[in-house]
């Protein structure tokens, strides 16, 4: 029999369904990858003790007949996620020592369908990073490495942590949260699958917030089948969320189980063909396509003409919602406080101690770019260029169901290669912004590797609301590509 | 648009940030360069287009106005960075109050 920690998370399930583990042995079997793989930084804060008791309670609850559909899965939870009673810090050292008293309704549905947290993952700070480097705690490790180089490899951002977890096989499964990509450009970089959801389809309540109008929650898994699962447990319309779609979570795990794509029409995005995406990309986009059609799936080239604006316009809308969202962090009713004269320097140096580089930069063009005077050239101006954006997949989705794109323009590179530039770092988001403008699901799966015996993924995108299309479109592709590698080591 | 080393001051002053006067000059040259780059919108013509604030097509639910929680007040202060005052040892959730430095000489 397989090691616990190497199963799948359906395979998982279906141990523990057949009693051939308890949820008990499962958790104790992932808690020593834990400790084993520690030098990773993929967590934030380890939850042992809270492990072992929900993994009593879950076999109880299965001994009962009351087996939900992740009972006795571990899983790790981005320190995104407020968690009742557990620290949570959004990789920043303004929250450090925060502890939330109410649980986000994400993770909250998972503990509601069996699930065992095993800790917080470590992330880029408030989710403002394409590479772990701008968290607090230290950045994390790839468990990743190019073939006869040692050095190390960042996991992608800002779900790095959860990322680096799931490949590194410390849990079957992880959340992470999406803003502009932090959840599919991880997933390549570390070899896994990770799902953006339709804006809507996860609530955002008690999920500590960056940019309201982008921020969705979504699972990395190993698997796309996982994913359906995990996402499963994780959607549902929450009235605590007033953007939270109010439609019925569908069986998405029934969607990739018959993975026939025959006549699926797959949009292949012109724009997307650019100079900076390296030859490897694009000969595996290329693959990619070739896959999809031996599957039995028409690929149709559609335009998408603003895909080149999707970026700037993003850099003005994520960092002005971020200026907001972050003006609660005052030193006055939680996180830190660092004193000053009078109360205006007490807000001024909390915020300067509390926020790293990366977080100061982008509250700082946030503010700008909202303040008197400027609110029509910049904001008003990204809002049109947003609605510009939608209307491009609208219309390329009547000749197409899905669409296939890569999902980085490159491999996981190594900790300080991109650092002198914030524009250079920016630029990893060009293929997952334009979904995310648009409030469109989005899902990375392994496809290959690079010269270096890295892996890259490619991504499809599906309609608004229709993860189930793309779940499908997801499976094919990951069939076809039998991507079965593993990090050396893990 | 150019920042200089004022603009970024008084943009820090803004956002209640406190930047050291050193790292001034080399943030004005970032977002300087952050902001040419944003600079290609004005490539795109938008007129007429109506500014998309979300993506969700629906009208904003509304609920019945009630109150729905309440005393909860040791929960709302367990995390105040200056330490809460309650107004009851023996019933915490009576209410309380959060600690912030002299305002008013």
Same mark, same amino acid.
């Given at each position: 029999?397989?090691?616990?920690?190497?199963?799948?998370?359906?395979?998982?399930?279906?141990?523990?369904?057949?009693?051939?583990?308890?949820?008990?042995?499962?958790?104790?079997?992932?808690?020593k990858k834990l400790d084993e793989h520690r030098a990773l930084n993929a967590f934030i804060t380890e939850t042992p003790?809270? =492990?072992?008791?929900?993994?009593?309670?879950?076999?109880?609850?299965?001994?009962?007949?009351?087996?939900?559909?992740?009972? $006795?899965?571990?899983?790790?939870?981005?320190?995104?996620?407020?968690?009742?009673?557990?620290?949570?810090? /959004?990789?920043?050292?303004?929250?450090? $020592?925060?502890?939330?008293?109410?649980? +986000?309704?994400?993770?909250?549905?998972?503990?509601? *369908?069996?699930?065992?947290?095993?800790?917080?993952?470590?992330?880029?700070?408030?989710?403002?990073?394409? +590479?772990?480097?701008?968290?607090?705690?230290?950045?994390?490790?790839?468990?990743?490495?190019? &073939?006869?180089?040692?050095? @190390?490899?960042?996991?992608?951002?800002?779900?790095?942590?959860?990322?680096?977890?799931?490949?590194?096989?410390?849990?079957?499964?992880?959340?992470?949260?999406?803003?502009?990509?932090?959840?599919?450009?991880?997933?390549?970089?570390?070899?896994?699958?990770?799902? &953006?959801?339709?804006?809507?389809?996860?609530?955002?309540?008690?999920?500590?917030?960056?940019?309201?109008?982008?921020?969705?929650? $979504?699972?990395?898994?190993?698997?796309?089948?996982?994913?359906?699962?995990?996402?499963?447990?994780?959607?549902?319309?929450?009235?605590?969320? +007033?953007?939270?779609?109010?439609?019925?979570?569908?069986?998405?795990?029934?969607?990739?189980?018959?993975?026939?794509?025959?006549?699926?029409?797959?949009?292949?995005? &012109?724009?997307?063909?650019?100079?900076?995406?390296?030859?490897?990309?694009? *000969?595996?986009?290329?693959?990619?396509?070739?896959?999809?059609?031996?599957?039995?799936?028409?690929?149709?080239?559609?335009?998408?003409?603003?895909?080149?604006?999707?970026?700037?316009?993003?850099?003005?809308?994520?960092? *002005?919602?971020?200026?907001? %969202?972050?003006?609660?962090?005052?030193?006055?009713?939680? $996180?830190?406080?660092?004193?000053?004269?009078?109360?205006?320097?007490?807000?001024?140096?909390?915020?300067?101690?509390?926020?790293? &580089?990366?977080?100061?930069?982008?509250?700082?063009?946030?503010?700008?770019?909202?303040?008197?005077?400027?609110?029509?050239?910049?904001?008003?101006?990204?809002?049109?260029?947003?609605?510009?954006?939608?209307?491009?997949? @609208?219309?390329?989705?009547?000749?197409?169901?899905?669409?296939?794109?890569?999902? /980085?323009?490159?491999?996981?590179?190594?900790?300080?290669?991109?650092?002198?530039?914030?524009?250079?770092?920016?630029?990893?988001?060009?293929?997952?912004?334009?979904?995310?403008? =648009?409030?469109?699901?989005?899902? +990375?799966?392994?496809?290959?590797?690079?010269?270096?015996?890295?892996?890259?993924?490619?991504?499809?995108?599906?309609?608004?609301?229709?993860?189930?299309?793309?779940?499908?479109?997801?499976?094919?592709?990951?069939?076809?590509?039998?991507? %079965?590698?593993?990090?050396?080591?893990? | 648009?150019?920042?200089?080393?004022?603009?970024?001051?008084?943009?820090?002053?803004?956002?209640? !940030?406190?930047?050291?006067?050193?790292?001034?000059?080399? !943030?004005?040259?970032? !977002?300087?360069?952050? !902001?040419?780059?944003?600079? #290609?919108?004005?490539?795109?013509?938008?007129?007429?287009?109506?500014?998309?604030?979300?993506?969700?097509?629906?009208?904003?639910? #509304?609920?019945?106005?009630?109150?729905?929680?309440?005393?909860?007040?040791?929960?709302?202060?367990?995390?105040?960075?200056?330490?809460?005052?309650?107004?009851?040892?023996?019933?915490?959730?009576?209410?309380?109050?959060?600690?912030?430095?002299?305002?008013?000489?």
């Open positions: 029999m397989a090691a616990l920690t190497d199963l799948t998370l359906a395979a998982l399930k279906a141990t523990l369904d057949k009693k051939e583990a308890s949820a008990v042995e499962v958790t104790e079997a992932h808690l003790d809270r =492990a072992r008791d929900m993994a009593k309670a879950s076999d109880a609850r299965r001994a009962k007949g009351q087996a939900g559909l992740l009972e $006795g899965v571990p899983l790790a939870i981005k320190d995104l996620f407020c968690t009742e009673g557990v620290q949570t810090t /959004a990789g920043s050292h303004i929250l450090e $020592g925060f502890v939330p008293q109410y649980e +986000s309704t994400v993770t909250a549905n998972l503990w509601n *369908a069996g699930a065992v947290m095993v800790g917080k993952t470590n992330l880029d700070e408030f989710a403002m990073g394409s +590479s772990n480097m701008t968290s607090h705690f230290g950045g994390v490790e790839n468990p990743w490495k190019r &073939k006869g180089d040692n050095r @190390k490899l960042v996991p992608g951002g800002s779900s790095g942590g959860s990322a680096a977890a799931v490949a590194a096989y410390m849990v079957p499964g992880s959340t992470g949260t999406d803003t502009g990509g932090s959840i599919r450009q991880p997933a390549s970089f570390c070899g896994i699958v990770g799902l &953006k959801p339709t804006y809507g389809r996860c609530s955002r309540w008690g999920v500590v917030a960056f940019a309201s109008s982008l921020d969705q929650p $979504g699972p990395l898994t190993r698997t796309v089948e996982d994913s359906a699962f995990l996402l499963q447990g994780m959607a549902g319309h929450d009235p605590k969320d +007033s953007t939270s779609a109010p439609l019925a979570v569908p069986d998405f795990a029934a969607a990739v189980r018959n993975p026939d794509i025959k006549g699926l029409k797959v949009g292949i995005p &012109k724009e997307y063909r650019v100079d900076a995406v390296s030859a490897e990309i694009v *000969a595996l986009w290329d693959k990619g396509v070739e896959m999809m059609k031996a599957a039995g799936a028409v690929p149709v080239e559609v335009s998408l003409p603003h895909t080149k604006y999707a970026l700037p316009a993003y850099y003005i809308v994520a960092p *002005a919602e971020c200026s907001s %969202n972050l003006a609660r962090y005052d030193g006055v009713r939680f $996180g830190l406080r660092v004193p000053g004269k009078d109360l205006i320097e007490m807000y001024q140096n909390t915020r300067g101690a509390g926020f790293g &580089k990366e977080v100061r930069r982008r509250i700082m063009i946030g503010t700008y770019v909202l303040s008197a005077g400027y609110y029509d050239a910049y904001y008003k101006k990204a809002q049109q260029i947003r609605a510009l954006i939608a209307r491009d997949f @609208k219309q390329a989705f009547e000749k197409c169901d899905v669409l296939l794109t890569p999902t /980085a323009p490159t491999a996981a590179f190594a900790a300080g290669e991109k650092m002198d530039d914030p524009v250079t770092m920016y630029l990893n988001d060009m293929f997952t912004i334009p979904a995310s403008m =648009a409030g469109l699901p989005g899902i +990375s799966v392994p496809a290959g590797v690079d010269k270096d015996g890295l892996p890259l993924g490619l991504q499809i995108i599906g309609r608004a609301f229709d993860e189930e299309t793309m779940l499908r479109a997801a499976a094919a592709l990951e069939k076809a590509a039998a991507f %079965n590698l593993r990090p050396a080591g893990y | 648009m150019s920042l200089d080393k004022e603009a970024v001051a008084r943009i820090a002053r803004l956002a209640r !940030l406190k930047v050291p006067d050193e790292e001034l000059a080399p !943030l004005a040259v970032e !977002l300087s360069g952050i !902001l040419a780059w944003i600079e #290609q919108l004005n490539e795109v013509d938008t007129r007429n287009v109506e500014p998309m604030s979300s993506v969700s097509n629906v009208t904003l639910p #509304q609920r019945e106005d009630k109150v729905t929680d309440g005393g909860i007040a040791e929960k709302i202060l367990a995390n105040a960075p200056g330490g809460a005052v309650y107004i009851e040892q023996t019933d915490k959730n009576a209410g309380g109050f959060f600690t912030v430095p002299k305002v008013v000489e």
